[in-house]
């Protein structure tokens, strides 16, 4: 037996991921009536990482900031850029896509039980009042905006204490994440279970029904992923940037495509981060902001099904309301919870750009929920292995023009 764990510890994570997902499916078309049992290891590996995530991002940002000294350089307003310009650039390929590869809807009946923003101002007002939620209510509420906002404050409040205080906040960090660590090592067995829970509830092939309009959203996803952030991250580095963008498709990505959940995969872009030797006081701001406000993923999710809806009507687009889409899908991205299915319920948002009512907009929200199995996942793949790339590129940017 211990030779055993031995054997499956030099494997590496990824390589134990991808045995715990074969396992998974060969368990759910073998014996899918035993679900409970094996799809509760799935269940518990998320709510174990949701549930350290809030209090693991308070400690990080406010211990970060505490610590910075004011002649250190973090490169924040680079990968602030990135992430807002990549989130947006995502929108306008999803826009471009939706053209070329027009996907109509059979709308019939609305769903119920759906309640969404109904306009930007519902957004930008959601927002406000999640920066100024009460701190402890944010985090067991894992209202993440208002997370990071209490932690920059208090962080810089903390910045006044003395060395002592720092190093207990630098300690419980330590703590916070060596408990991470420890979680995440269980994540092949948590993996076996959610995959075996998708396919044994949905089977293979419960997602043919609506296979063109998955295949335009993952076709976007993939163009950003493999096409665009390359570009961003070869403009920042003036290197090939495919062994970045591969590695943390591969490191990040992958656990983030079955978690479904970017602040669920804050730990994992922490480790990889460091494993990438990249500068501890951007990184840990960076990665928790980037879980919040980096979502090109949701951008593409909303921008097509909303594109779709308006195909679905005959209502014709012109550029400049085609471009507006994009910036309402910006914001409204950024907006979305870190969570599985945040970006659908702002569909309506979107939609009502072009005056299409919110009982229609709701069956497209159904929809969503429905090729949310594999959606969802590469939606929250893409935006959680973004954060590390763009971090990192920002950073080598920061050394080019430094000269090392």
């Known amino acids: 037996?211990?030779?055993?764990?031995?054997?499956?510890?030099?494997?590496?994570?990824?390589?134990?991921?991808?045995?715990?997902?074969?396992?998974?499916?060969?368990?759910?078309?073998?014996?899918?009536?035993?679900?409970?049992?094996?799809?509760?290891?799935?269940?518990?590996?998320?709510?174990?990482?949701?549930?350290?995530?809030?209090?693991?991002?308070?400690?990080?940002?406010?211990?970060?900031?505490?610590?910075?000294?004011?002649?250190?350089k973090t490169n924040m307003k680079s990968?602030?850029?990135?992430?807002?310009?990549?989130?947006?650039?995502?929108?306008?390929?999803?826009?471009?896509?939706?053209?070329?590869?027009?996907?109509?809807?059979?709308l019939v009946d609305s769903p119920e039980g759906f309640v969404a923003p109904e306009g930007i101002v519902d957004v930008l007002q959601t927002i406000l009042l999640s920066i100024v939620d009460n701190p402890i209510k944010a985090v067991t509420e894992a209202n993440f905006i208002g997370i990071l906002a209490w932690a920059i404050l208090f962080g810089i409040a903390f910045r006044r204490a003395g060395d002592s205080t720092k190093a207990l906040l630098q300690d419980t960090s330590n703590v916070m994440l060596k408990v991470v660590e420890w979680i995440i090592r269980f994540a092949p067995v948590g993996i076996l279970g959610l995959v075996f829970e998708s396919i044994s509830a949905n089977g293979l092939g419960s997602l043919l029904t609506y296979g063109k309009l998955l295949a335009l959203l993952l076709g976007c996803m993939f163009i950003v992923a493999l096409v665009v952030n390359p570009l961003f991250v070869f403009s920042f580095t003036r290197k090939n940037p495919y062994p970045l963008v591969l590695t943390c498709l591969r490191e990040s990505g992958i656990t983030a495509f079955f978690t479904r959940s970017s602040a669920a995969n804050i730990p994992v872009n922490l480790k990889l981060s460091e494993k990438l030797g990249l500068n501890k006081d951007t990184y840990s701001i960076a990665i928790p902001l980037g879980a919040t406000i980096n979502m090109a993923g949701a951008a593409v999710t909303i921008t097509v099904l909303t594109l779709a809806t308006v195909h679905s009507?005959?209502?014709?687009?012109?550029?400049?309301?085609?471009?507006?889409?994009?910036?309402?899908?910006?914001?409204?991205?950024?907006?979305?919870?870190?969570?599985?299915?945040?970006?659908?319920?702002?569909?309506?948002?979107?939609?009502?750009?072009?005056?299409?009512?919110?009982?229609?907009?709701?069956?497209?929200?159904?929809?969503?929920?429905?090729?949310?199995?594999?959606?969802?996942?590469?939606?929250?793949?893409?935006?959680?292995?973004?954060?590390?790339?763009?971090?990192?590129?920002?950073?080598?940017?920061?050394?080019?023009?430094?000269?090392?």
């Open 1 to 72: 037996m211990k030779k055993l764990l031995i054997s499956w510890n030099k494997l590496g994570l990824v390589k134990q991921i991808v045995i715990g997902l074969l396992v998974g499916v060969v368990l759910a078309l073998t014996i899918p009536d035993i679900a409970s049992p094996i799809s509760i290891l799935g269940t518990l590996f998320v709510g174990v990482l949701k549930a350290i995530a809030p209090i693991l991002v308070l400690f990080l940002v406010i211990s970060s900031i505490a610590q910075h000294q004011k002649n250190k």
């Open 79 to 106: 990968i602030i850029v990135l992430y807002l310009v990549g989130t947006f650039s995502a929108a306008v390929i999803a826009v471009m896509a939706s053209f070329l590869f027009p996907v109509s809807l059979d």
């Open 313 to 404: 009507l005959d209502i014709q687009v012109n550029l400049l309301t085609a471009l507006l889409l994009s910036f309402i899908a910006t914001i409204s991205a950024c907006g979305a919870s870190g969570v599985s299915g945040g970006s659908l319920l702002l569909i309506p948002l979107a939609a009502s750009l072009f005056g299409i009512p919110s009982d229609i907009a709701m069956q497209v929200v159904g929809i969503g929920f429905i090729i949310g199995v594999v959606q969802d996942s590469a939606e929250t793949a893409l935006n959680s292995s973004t954060d590390v790339m763009f971090t990192a590129a920002a950073e080598a940017r920061e050394k080019r023009l430094a000269g090392h």
